[in-house]
């Protein structure tokens, strides 16, 4: 129980945050589809940094170097997006589709060629930080704590009040429902859909690295990350791109996908024999389900996925 527990709130951290990412993106009016792509891409960048961190770094600092590079390497990535669906108005589907694709080709080639060039007999896509990993984790009586839980709620919070009582979140959203109105006030349309596009970089690269480091101590980027960018989709709408009611379905989402990595742990599952693939179908599944029953009421910003033209009125 208490390791469905701890991987349900894992696994709630990461859909959130990459959740909150998506939000944003699309509150200043820019669809991601690119948040597999971009998850890769950050997971890579604080792998790496933990990979190539000297012996003996103090724990705070290998934390605090992970999660910075994860974010820097998201935001560069999704600059991608900001500048293709932005300034060049090109189909913000097809971007993210493309992004994805990228994402984990890049990081498979980056990650393998740096991996040959340090072991000539090496090719493979892998990266171990088990020492590493040790830094975000307390034991608290049999359940591990990850800093990334406490992370996750200062930044959902954070999300809130920067979308519901800030001048900046105010802007932002206006983008997204009317950038006609919002321009005729002066404000900044093109800037503020490159600051959501942007912070979802931060936010997608930061979930990357919360799940690639969930319970393993070496990630092969050829793997991607399973779909995450796709579930957290599903979340946000789900959500009702409001960040309280995210968190709400990324609990449940959550839920779904730790049964998937504990459910031997429980005898009455066990005699049903169920075939495990059932298991790791869950979440996807339930997200169908759900977003086939609730889609219809959900209310996304208006101007999603729609190139803002300024002589357009």
């Excluded at 839920?255 to 459910?263: C, E, I, K, P």
């Excluded at 790791?280 to 996925?305: D, I, Q, R, W």
Aim: hydrophobic share 55%.
């Amino acid at each position: 129980m208490v390791l469905l527990l701890q991987y349900t709130i894992l696994f709630a951290c990461i859909l959130t945050l990459v959740a909150l990412g998506g939000c944003f993106s699309e509150r200043s009016g820019v669809i991601n589809l690119g948040l597999e792509g971009i998850m890769v891409m950050g997971a890579m960048g604080g792998a790496l940094m933990m990979r190539f961190l000297p012996g003996g770094t103090a724990p705070g600092v290998i934390v605090a170097a992970t999660i910075l590079a994860a974010l820097l390497v998201g935001m560069v990535y999704s600059a991608l997006l900001a500048v293709a669906a932005i300034h060049f108005k090109a189909d913000q589907t097809l971007i993210g589709t493309a992004m994805n694709m990228l994402g984990t080709a890049v990081a498979t080639v980056i990650v393998k060629s740096i991996n040959t060039i340090q072991n000539p007999d090496d090719h493979s896509s892998i990266v171990q930080y088990i020492e590493e990993k040790k830094a975000f984790i307390v034991n608290i009586g049999g359940f591990e704590f990850s800093w990334f839980m406490l992370i996750t709620i200062l930044v959902l919070i954070a999300s809130y009040v920067v979308l519901y009582k800030t001048r900046f979140g105010l802007r932002l959203r206006a983008c997204g429902e009317h950038p006609q109105a919002a321009d005729s006030v002066g404000i900044n349309v093109y800037r503020m859909r490159w600051a959501g596009v942007l912070i979802s970089g931060l936010l997608g690269g930061l979930g990357g690295i919360v799940y690639i480091t969930a319970g393993v101590s070496e990630w092969k980027f050829e793997y991607g990350v399973a779909g995450f960018g796709f579930l957290s989709l599903a979340v946000m709408i789900f959500g009702k791109w409001k960040p309280q009611n995210i968190a709400m379905a990324a609990i449940l989402f959550g839920f779904f996908r730790a049964l998937s990595n504990v459910y031997f742990g429980f005898e009455f599952l066990v005699k049903l024999n169920i075939p495990s693939g059932v298991y790791n179908m869950l979440p996807y599944l339930v997200s169908l389900l759900v977003l086939a029953f609730t889609s219809k009421h959900s209310n996304a910003p208006k101007a999603e996925g729609i190139p803002y033209d300024k002589g357009a009125r």
